[in-house]
C-alpha cells in the first residue's frame, strides 16, 4: 500500500514538474504592453511569429542579444513598437530601423555605436535616452516628428551632423558639460524648441546647427565660441535675444539671416 502510495506521489510530482516547465517556456513576458519576441532582423521576427499557435497582435518589443545589427535590419517593419537591445559595445547598422512607424521605445545599452539613419523617420518616437559611451553617426533621428525629448548622458562628446534634424516636436533636450562639438544642422528645423543649453566646451556654432528653429526665442553663445558658421541661425523669426560674447572672431554668411 505504501509503495502504491509513494509510486502515485512521484508520479502527480513529476507532472507538476512537467507542467511547470512547460508554463514557464510558454509564458510570454511582455514590455509596456507589448510581447517581447526575441530576433535580429525582421525575416527571423517575422517567421517566429508564423510558427506561433496563437500569435499576438503587433506592435511586439523586440529583445535584440548580439553584437551587430546588420544594415537595415527592419527598416520599413511596422510590428515593432519597442527595441530592447541586450548587450553593450553593440553596432547598429545604418538603416537598420529606418521608418519603423510604429516604434515608440527603445532601450541603448551603454557603450554602442548607431549607424547613419538607424532610426531616421521613426514617426511614433517621443523620447530617447541616449547612454554613456554612445557613439552616433550622422542623422541618427532625423525626422522622427513626434519626438519631445532627449537626454544625453554624461561623458558623451559629440552631436552629429543633422542628429535631430527635422525633429518638429521636439522641446527639451538635456546636453551635459561634456559636449565639445554639435555637428553641421543638429537641429535644423526643430521648429519647437524654445530654448536650448550649450556647454562652454563649444568652440564654434555650425553651418546650420539651428536654422528653421521657429520658436526659439532665446540663445546665449557660450564664451568659448570664436566661429558663428553660415546659415547658423537662419529663420529663426522668434530670436529676438541672443547674447554674443566678445571672443567671437567671425559670424559666417547669412548667419542670422530672416530673424526678427
Given at each position: 500500500m505504501w509503495f502504491i502510495f509513494l509510486t502515485i506521489f512521484a508520479?502527480?510530482?513529476?507532472?507538476?514538474?512537467?507542467?511547470?516547465?512547460?508554463?514557464?517556456a510558454n509564458r510570454k513576458q511582455e514590455f509596456?504592453?507589448?510581447?517581447?519576441?526575441?530576433?535580429?532582423?525582421?525575416?527571423?521576427?517575422?517567421?517566429?511569429?508564423?510558427?506561433m499557435t496563437d500569435p499576438?497582435?503587433?506592435?511586439?518589443?523586440?529583445?535584440?542579444?548580439?553584437?551587430?545589427?546588420?544594415?537595415?535590419?527592419?527598416q520599413d517593419c511596422e510590428d515593432i513598437g519597442a527595441v530592447l537591445i541586450k548587450s553593450s559595445f553593440t553596432e547598429i547598422g545604418a538603416w537598420a530601423f529606418h521608418r519603423c512607424s510604429n516604434l515608440k521605445k527603445i532601450v541603448l545599452p551603454d557603450y554602442t555605436k548607431i549607424g547613419y539613419k538607424a532610426f531616421t523617420g521613426c514617426t511614433s518616437l517621443k523620447e530617447i535616452e541616449?547612454?554613456?559611451?554612445?557613439?552616433v553617426e550622422s542623422s541618427v533621428f532625423a525626422d522622427c516628428i513626434a519626438l519631445k525629448k532627449v537626454v544625453i548622458s554624461q561623458?558623451?562628446?559629440?552631436?552629429?551632423?543633422?542628429?535631430?534634424?527635422?525633429?518638429?516636436?521636439?522641446?527639451?533636450?538635456?546636453?551635459?558639460?561634456?559636449?565639445?562639438?554639435?555637428?553641421?544642422?543638429?537641429?535644423?528645423?526643430?521648429?519647437?524648441?524654445?530654448?536650448?543649453?550649450?556647454?562652454?566646451?563649444?568652440?564654434?556654432?555650425?553651418?546650420?546647427v539651428f536654422s528653421g528653429c521657429t520658436s526659439l526665442m532665446f540663445f546665449s553663445i557660450?564664451?568659448?565660441?570664436?566661429?558663428?558658421?553660415?546659415?547658423?541661425?537662419?529663420?529663426?523669426?522668434?530670436?529676438?535675444?541672443?547674447?554674443?560674447?566678445?571672443?567671437?572672431?567671425?559670424?559666417?554668411?547669412y548667419a542670422f539671416s530672416d530673424c526678427i
Open positions: 508520479i502527480s510530482i513529476a507532472t507538476l514538474i512537467t507542467y511547470l516547465n512547460y508554463m514557464n509596456d504592453g507589448m510581447i517581447i519576441i526575441q530576433a535580429r532582423n525582421q525575416d527571423i521576427l517575422r517567421e517566429k511569429i508564423r510558427k499576438p497582435s503587433p506592435p511586439y518589443a523586440v529583445l535584440i542579444d548580439t553584437k551587430e545589427i546588420e544594415l537595415y535590419a527592419f541616449i547612454p554613456e559611451g554612445t557613439e561623458g558623451i562628446s559629440k552631436i552629429s551632423d543633422k542628429m535631430f534634424a527635422g525633429c518638429i516636436a521636439l522641446e527639451e533636450i538635456i546636453i551635459p558639460d561634456s559636449i565639445y562639438e554639435i555637428g553641421c544642422g543638429a537641429f535644423s528645423d526643430c521648429r519647437s524648441l524654445k530654448g536650448v543649453y550649450i556647454p562652454d566646451k563649444i568652440k564654434e556654432i555650425k553651418s546650420s557660450p564664451r568659448t565660441v570664436k566661429r558663428i558658421g553660415d546659415c547658423a541661425f537662419f529663420g529663426c523669426e522668434n530670436l529676438t535675444n541672443i547674447i554674443i560674447p566678445g571672443r567671437v572672431e567671425t559670424i559666417d554668411a
